[in-house]
């Protein structure tokens, strides 16, 4: 097996790529890519259907969510979860990949935001995201805040809801 075919195996329930033509070329041309983003100008080139690509960028978001070895915070504030991974997805790769270990293969578009990250117990948890989920995240990516003023009345419930899966860090003392 190849190891590209082993970092991605999904891609072999939804295409019957040739991957002994894929490593060579992608090897051969486009090393200074990631696999994914091979895909992508794959697709681009019109040689490579979209939602491959979509499922390499998926697979290695939750590959580096695993393996990650970012420290959690500890000094006071709010912060975001430093493993956190978003992906704006064309397709609804976790249904496609879960109607495919079933047996049932189909490419699934739906437009969305997900976001991968890994809470305090180690596991990786996933969300779809909203616009408003995500305007109140945004107040967090430039690093932490020093008090909740930035959470607005209409984000309290989405506040808590991430602050308890683990994708909130609030270590500001109640």
């Not at 915070?73 to 879960?98: C, Q, W």
């Not at 047996?103 to 180690?122: A, F, M, N, T």
Request: with cysteine; proline share 6%.
């Amino acid at each position: 097996m190849h190891a590209l075919q082993q970092m991605f195996p999904s891609l072999t329930l939804f295409s019957d790529l040739d991957w002994d033509a894929v490593t060579q070329e992608y090897e051969g041309q486009y090393i200074d890519l990631s696999f994914p983003e091979y895909l992508q100008q794959k697709t681009l080139e019109g040689d490579c259907p979209p939602y491959l690509f979509e499922l390499a960028f998926y697979e290695l978001a939750l590959f580096d969510a695993k393996t990650t070895d970012e420290p959690f915070p500890h000094v006071p504030g709010i912060y975001l979860n430093p493993t956190a991974l978003f992906l704006s997805l064309e397709f609804d790769i976790r249904k496609m990949l879960k109607e495919a270990h079933e047996g049932k293969v189909e490419i699934i578009e739906y437009p969305h935001v997900l976001c991968l990250y890994r809470d305090s117990q180690d596991r990786i948890q996933s969300l779809e995201m909203t616009d408003e989920e995500l305007d109140l995240l945004q107040h967090l990516e430039d690093g932490p805040q020093t008090d909740r003023s930035f959470i607005e009345d209409k984000n309290q419930a989405n506040f808590k809801k991430f602050t308890e899966s683990g994708l909130i860090l609030d270590l500001l003392k109640a």
